[in-house]
Nanobody, 126 residues
Framework: QVQLVESGGGLVQAGGSLRLSCAAS????????MGWFRQAPGKEREFVAT????????SYADSVKGRFTISRDNAKNTVYLQMNSLKPEDTAVYYC???????????????????WGQGTQVTVSS
């Protein structure tokens, strides 16, 4: 089992920045990828970014590329999402996710992850 706890959400003006953190505990050595997803009211959960264990390869949704950066601190078992140049359309609940089974393609859909955090609200005002 892997437990995930997000933090760092809040209210920020458009153009501002936030850094989300996801602290992992339990069988963290078994994870093959860690990702961030978001879900706005009335919308499906969507992929934001992922980082693969080992080589540290990253992948981003087109909507956040160049503005968001995912990183991980293996010593602290923590994954971060640095969000810059925030826009009102970035408003959502942000979820951290972990994948514990072997990778094929880079996982970018919710069904490709088996552990989830409780989510943290990010609100960007215009």
């Amino acid at each position: 089992q892997v437990q995930l706890v997000e933090s760092g959400g809040g209210l920020v003006q458009a153009g501002g920045s936030l850094r989300l953190s996801c602290a992992a505990s339990g069988r963290t050595f078994s994870t093959t990828a860690m990702g961030w997803f978001r879900q706005a009211p009335g919308k499906e959960r969507e992929f934001v970014a992922t980082v693969v264990s080992g080589g540290g390869f990253t992948s981003y949704a087109d909507s956040v590329k160049g503005r968001f950066t995912i990183s991980r601190d293996n010593a602290k078992n923590t994954v971060y999402l640095q969000m810059n140049s925030l826009k009102p359309e970035d408003t959502a609940v942000y979820y951290c996710a972990a994948r514990s089974f072997s990778l094929g393609a880079i996982p970018t859909s919710p069904g490709q992850y088996d552990y989830w955090g409780q989510g943290t609200q990010v609100t960007v005002s215009s």
